[in-house]
C-alpha cells in the first residue's frame, strides 16, 4: 500500500507547492511556486530530497494531517506549536509519522507560511510540469480542504543527511529587506529615497504582493517622470513597484507577469523569501546593498 | 539600447521600439537554446512593447549583459527579420460586435476590414495578459483603432478584436476593451497540450474567414 497524508484540518489557506513552471512567462504563466524558497528547499532537503517535490505550504497554522503508513516529514518557515502523536515536536528537524499518528501545526508567532515536506514528495497531478498552485491564474492544484488524501509518492534515491538544521526563524517586529536598484530607481531619484522612510505592511497582502504603506510622507517620482506612463514590462520576484498612489507592491510567487508601474527597486532573493513570511501590520524597513549577501 | 537591473537573476534590456525587442528576442531565443555560458542560466525570456526580460536562477546578470550587447550590436530590426516560430491559420467567423464601428472608424467598408484583417500575416509579439493571449502585430496599418471608451464586462473566449497597432484572440472570458470583429473556436490556451499556447512569441498567424 503506497503512503498518504490524509488532511483533517486546513486553516487560512493550505497549499500544494513545489519549486513552480518557469520557461512559460513569455506565454503568460508565471512561475509561482513556494513563496519563501528558502524554507522550502530546506524542509526538502531535511526529508533528503535535492530534487523538488510538492509540499504544503500552510498559512498561519491550523493543519492536522494523519498518516496512513509510515511517512517521514519535516517542517519549516513560520514557527508554531508544532504536536506529532500527542507530543511536541521540533521545527526543522526529520519527523516520523507512524500509521495513523497525527501531525497539528498551530499559529505561529511570527512569520506567516510554513512548509511541509514530505519524503518521497506529495504525488498529485502535475500542471504544466509543476504540482504548484498560482492563485493568480488559477493553474496547478486546487486548495488543500480537509477530507484530501494526498499520496505520497516513491523516496528518491538520496537520503537525509542532517536530522536537524538550525535556522532563524521569521522573526517578529520590523523586518529589514535588502533591495538592489530597480530597472526605474530613476524615476524616484535612486534607491535612497525608498529606504529613508518606515513601511507597514498592508492588510490585502498575499502570494501575488505585499502591500506596503509608508509611514511617512509616499515617495514622489521625480517632476520629470510625474506624468509617464510605462508600456507594460516583465515583472520578477521581488520586484517592488511604485504606483502613484505612494503604496508600494512587493511581487512574490503569483505575481503577474508583466506589470506597467515602475519597479524601483528588487529585492534579493533572500529577502524575498523574507517578505513572504511578513505578516499585516508588521513594520518594513528596506535597506540598500550593492552585492547581496550570499 | 539600454541593458537595466532588475535584481539578482535578471536583466532588463529596453529598446527604442517593438521591432527591436522582437528582432532582439529572436537573436536571445536562438542564444539560450544553443546554450553554453552565458545563456544557460536564461530559463525566461519575455518580450513587452519596449523590453526584454531575461530571467533564470542561475542567470548571472553581469555576463548576460555583456552577451546582450554583443548580440544586440549585430541585430539589425527591419522588415526583414527573421521569425522563429511557425505560420498558424485561424479560421475566424467576422461576426464580431464593433466590426462595423471598426469599418466607420477607418473609413472602409466592413468587407474591406475583413480583407484587411486577412490579407497579410501577423506575428505574434508578445504575451503576458492572460495564459495563452498573444499580442499581434504587423498586420495592415489602416486597422489601427482605438479601444472602446467603456471596455465590456465579460468579452466571450475566442473573441477576435483590435485595439492600437495590435490584433489578438481571447483565450478565455474576461473583461476587455478590444474592439472585436469576429469570433474564432480555434482553442488558445490547453493545458494539456504540449505547447499549451496555440501562439507563442516569434511565431506568425494568418487569419483566414470561414462562415459561420
Redesign the interface.
Known sequence: MTSALEVVRTGAQVLLEDAGR????????G?SGAADRGAYRLACRLVGHRDDPAALEVLLGGLVVRARGRVLVAVTGAVGPLVVGGRPAPHAAVLELRDGAELALGAPTAGLRSYLAVRGGLDVPA??GSRSTDVL?G?GPAPVRPGDVLPVGPAPATFPHVDHAVVPPPAPGEVVLDV??????SWVGGLASMTRGGWVVGPDSDRVGVRLRPVDAPVERLPEHAGDEL??????R??VQLPPGGEAVVFLADH???GGYP?VA????ASADRAAQLRPGQAVRLRAVTT?AR | MRILPAGEHAVLVEAPGLAEVLALAVAVRAAVARGGAPWSGVTDVVPAARTLLLVGDRLDPAPVADAVRRLAAVVHADASTPTDGDLVEVPVRYDGPDLDDVARLTGLTAGEVVAAHTGTPWRVAFGGFAPGFAYLVGGDPRLRVPRRDAPRPSVPAGSVGLAGEFSGVYPRASPGGWRLVGTTDVVLWDAEREPPALLRPGGLVRFVAVDG
Do not use: Y
Open positions: 518557469p520557461g512559460l512567462a513569455a506565454v503568460g504563466v512561475r500542471a504544466l491564474s493553474i538592489l536598484p530597480g530597472p526605474r530607481a508600456p507594460s514590462e516583465g515583472m520578477v521581488g520586484a503577474p507577469v508583466t519597479v528588487v529585492l534579493t532573493e547581496p
